[in-house]
């Protein structure tokens, strides 16, 4: 299919305790909405109103990150953009932090049809997608508009087609960002750094091979257990996001991390097959506009938030490498095997297809 894009206390004890509480409650609030102003607005919705069929219709949308990062952002402009140029006959229902279940569970949902609408990183649905492992890749987007460039062009247009299968349909692209890495042992800016060092990657057979070309010694967990195990020393180090890592505390219990850019992985706005075949073609058009919309107001996020968030950690004492450019040559060139042992099964004219984007 082809889609055009767009026990009681006593009394004073629990006067105290209620005192803290709303005092928590508060600073709470006030962090929240301070990181919300610090966000670039919400656009004002544009496009007229789309005729439908005259039906109403509810999107429940999941995603697996908090409230406070960009992709929750991102969704709050798409439930403004379809509640109003659908007239109010589609309402947006979101759902965050995994609470219907995560990346995998989501998209089994949306298989079954008991969930609309998720956008789930690419990393999770590489067995069911393997050309997504592109974006597993060291070092394959060099920059942020070499992304955007590949992922609204004609390779991501490609990409949406092919997982425009298997009771999905596939409307657009977001951003998760470049992944970079913490330890708690010292400052890292040579694959030398690296020798021995325990970090914690995801159950992804190119995150682990990238780590072991690297002289690491990758150690593959959930991402629920990580914090405490590297709060007890069982993983010296892990490697997410920025926003991830504040918004994990990582930084508590890793006092190093390097802006490597390792790895870039973006979002992809899925719809279950079951409920989009239902609606008709002018919403269906809508909901694909307002995805590609919701994308460029994320990515717009995520990345003015990037930068606030780097200056924040380094304002709580955590030391950040900055790689020059001739570092980052080093480690891309200690990691050519990698492209060797995935090009045939990744594709090696799509990865021939993205450098010469990259190149340009």
């Known amino acids: 299919m082809t889609i055009t894009r767009y026990a009681t206390p006593s009394f004073p004890l629990r006067i105290i305790t209620a005192s803290i509480g709303a005092l928590a409650l508060t600073l709470a609030t006030l962090s929240t909405a301070q990181a919300a102003a610090e966000m670039p607005p919400i656009p004002e919705v544009t496009g007229d109103v ?14 697996g990150t908090t409230q406070s990062g960009a992709q929750y952002r991102g969704l709050e402009y798409f439930e403004d953009i379809v509640e109003a140029r659908s007239d109010g006959h589609i309402q947006v229902e979101l ?18 049809g008991t969930l609309e609408m998720t956008a789930p990183s690419t990393s999770p649905l590489v067995n069911m997608f393997p050309q997504f492992a592109v974006f597993d890749l060291p070092f394959l987007f060099p920059t942020p508009e070499v992304a955007d ?62 780590w072991q070309t690297l002289g690491a010694n990758p150690t593959p967990m959930s991402f629920a257990e990580l914090f405490t195990a590297l709060e007890q020393g069982v993983v010296d180090g892990q490697e997410n ?18 802006e490597t850019n390792h790895v870039y992985t973006p979002f992809i706005t899925l719809v279950s097959e079951r409920f989009w075949n239902k609606l008709p073609e002018s919403y269906q058009q809508m909901l694909v506009e307002a995805a590609q919309q919701m994308g460029d107001y994320e ?10 968030i780097k200056q924040e950690l380094i304002d709580e004492g955590m030391q950040i490498t900055e790689l020059t450019p001739e570092q980052v040559t080093t480690f891309q060139e200690s990691l050519a095997p990698v492209y060797d042992n995935w090009r045939d099964q990744v594709g090696g004219e799509l990865i021939d297809s993205i450098r010469a984007t990259s190149a340009q």
């Open 50 to 63: 789309v005729e439908g069929d005259g039906n109403d219709y509810t999107i429940k949308f999941s995603i």
């Open 95 to 112: 759902f965050h932090s995994a609470q219907l279940g995560d990346d995998l569970q989501a998209v089994s949902a949306l298989q079954s």
């Open 149 to 210: 460039e590949v992922l609204d062009g004609e390779i991501g247009d490609s990409m949406l087609d092919i997982a425009s299968s298997n009771g999905l349909v596939a409307i657009g692209w977001a951003e998760n960002g470049y992944r970079q890495l913490t330890n708690s042992q010292a400052a890292v800016d040579s694959p030398d750094d690296l020798d021995g060092l325990k970090v914690r990657t995801m159950q992804n057979p190119i995150h682990l091979d990238i």
């Open 241 to 258: 996001p920025w926003i991830t890592i504040q918004s994990s505390r990582f930084n508590e219990v890793q006092g190093y991390a390097s």
């Open 299 to 308: 990515r717009e996020v995520s990345r003015s938030l990037n930068d606030q």
